[in-house]
């Protein structure tokens, strides 16, 4: 300990920081010695953590590095784009102690949409609860806060006549039978995108479903499409290939052929079944937003006003194997999911077909107990 020249007392503690585990040393000051030794005392009980507690804006960066490592990369962009348009503006300048349930509160009320309020909860609880495994916070403001509930918007079914007006629209293209692909199989777009003509067996009648498009919005546009696994393990799967997909597919096969034969290449089993029509990326995958264009102009050729979306052919799909009562598991399978009650909750919609279903079932069995 030393005097210093203004008359106050100086002295150090060196400790560890919670966020690095870099050792920093601490200067503490007082008018007195006892000042000083109490003021050290407190610094070492700590460790220091209230002097090196970081800012929401210091946390949420080394949060998104752990997850990094458990999510996949467009999870992380997903993340990011959150953060950056409602949560960061308010809580970026706050120390991790000094976040209260106001805050939060605040952070929600500028958020329009009741999903994307659900959402933004669910990261800064997540940030917050990471805060307090690591002892950073002595207990998580999130828990004074009720959780935003948004009910999920009800999808819409493709009908039988838009399918068929699509179809029309993209006759004689290699987006003809992308629809069709989705509509009879149900498969995700980043899954259509990585599809491989090795992945298809035309003798055993399946598509194997083995890998996805990635998407790191936040990489150099060189690297920000990738190949990877499906969304989860269960992704994984075969999938029945029907007869008119598989007819369909044999003759974008040839064509596919005759179009390499004519840029002097031999289409290999490992060539993509859907290609860029790009110059610049000939023969590459095409990008799942690409699909997403595409089919809101062709809706729009086909003259469809409903406000069905690509994603509305995988809730057709699945709820059509419902109306045809094939068991919950088997659709389960079917759609890639980890849990049967989620795919029934989120991708199964009550129809018509379904109310009749049942009403013919429970005529039936009213008869028999008549009868007896």
């Known amino acids: 300990m030393k005097k210093r020249k203004d008359g106050r007392y100086q002295s150090s503690v060196t400790i560890t920081d919670p966020l690095t585990n870099e050792k920093k040393r601490i200067y503490v000051y007082g008018r007195t010695e006892s000042e000083v030794i109490r003021e050290l005392n407190r610094v070492k009980l700590n460790n220091g953590k ?7 804006k210091e946390w949420k960066n080394e949060w998104l590095n752990i997850k990094s490592e458990e999510v996949y990369n467009s999870t992380i962009s997903s993340y990011k784009d959150s953060l950056r348009l409602h949560i960061s503006p308010i809580l970026d ?10 805050l939060i509160r605040t952070v929600l ?8 309020k659900e959402y933004c909860y669910i990261i800064i609880n997540a940030i917050l609860n ?3 495994r690591e002892d950073l916070i002595d207990k ?15 999808a819409s079914i493709i009908t039988n006549e838009e399918f068929n007006m699509l179809l029309n629209s993209a006759k004689n293209t290699q987006f003809e039978i992308i629809l069709r692909l989705a509509f009879d199989t149900g498969m995700r777009r980043s899954e ?10 035309f003798n055993k009648n399946i598509i194997h479903v083995r890998h996805a498009i990635k998407i790191d919005r936040y990489a150099p ?4 499409f990738s190949i990877g696994e499906p969304k989860t393990d269960y992704g994984i799967r075969d999938i029945a290939l029907t007869g008119i997909l598989k007819l369909n597919l044999q003759k974008h096969q040839i064509r596919q052929k005759e179009f390499f034969k004519n840029k002097n290449r031999i289409l290999s089993l490992k060539d993509f079944v859907f290609m860029s029509q790009h110059h610049s990326r000939l023969g590459n995958f095409i990008q799942p937003d690409n699909i997403t264009h595409e089919f809101v102009k062709l809706k729009r050729k086909a003259g469809i006003k409903s406000d069905i979306t690509f994603k509305s052919f995988r809730h057709t799909c699945l709820t059509s194997l419902a109306e045809a009562n094939i068991p919950a598991k088997a659709i389960q399978a079917h759609a890639g999911h980890a849990n049967a ?31 007896q």
């Open 50 to 56: 209230e002097l090196l507690m970081p800012t929401f």
């Open 93 to 102: 300048k706050y120390k991790l102690k000094d976040i209260t349930p106001s």
């Open 109 to 116: 009320r500028n958020i329009p949409t009741q999903r994307t």
């Open 130 to 132: 990471q805060a307090l």
């Open 140 to 154: 998580n403001p999130c828990i004074n806060v009720k959780k935003p509930k948004s009910k999920p918007k009800e």
């Open 192 to 201: 259509i995108c990585a599809l491989r003509w090795e992945d298809i067996d």
């Open 221 to 224: 546009i060189e690297t920000r």
């Open 341 to 371: 009650s989620f795919t029934l909750n989120r991708y199964v919609h009550k129809t018509e077909q379904m109310t009749k279903s049942i009403a013919e079932y429970l005529n039936e069995r009213n008869k028999k107990l008549t009868s």
